[in-house]
């Protein structure tokens, strides 16, 4: 047999509750938690080539991972608000970023061979 599971409110918490509603002192707020995961796939630059990986986008919270499984000659441009952070195509990395906005663009630094950029893992929750 399943469970019964029952819900009570005590009268006392109902009124202080209801009270507290009126008076405009809390409020009630329905909050849907959501996640997502895009990954960016390695992708090969022409030479001297540059290409946005992500658009500018604005998470609410995510982590960002540089799996570096491109090439050094592949430039990384990350820019987190009106910061810029550069790293290689070949190097790893972590970046939490909260109420900030993200653009990341590839830059290809060899003007005579074409070279991968790295795989790029976005995690984010919003609510």
């Known amino acids: 047999m399943g469970e019964r599971v029952s819900e ?71 820019k987190v608000n009106n910061k810029v952070y550069t790293l290689n195509g070949d190097e790893q990395a972590i970046e939490v970023v909260a109420n900030e906005t993200v653009e990341i663009t590839a830059t290809n630094t060899d003007t005579a061979n074409p070279h991968n950029t790295p795989t790029v893992e976005v995690v984010s929750i919003s609510w």
Not at 18 to 34: D, N
Not at 37 to 48: A, E, F, M, N, V
């Open 8 to 78: 009570s409110r005590g009268f006392i918490g109902g009124v202080i509750g209801g009270a507290l509603v009126s008076l405009g002192l809390m409020r009630m707020y329905k909050v849907e938690i959501r996640s997502g995961k895009q990954i960016i796939q390695r992708q090969t630059l022409d030479p001297g080539a540059t290409a946005t990986l992500l658009p500018s986008t604005t998470y609410k919270f995510a982590i960002i991972l540089f799996h570096g499984d491109g090439d050094p000659q592949v430039q990384l441009s990350v």
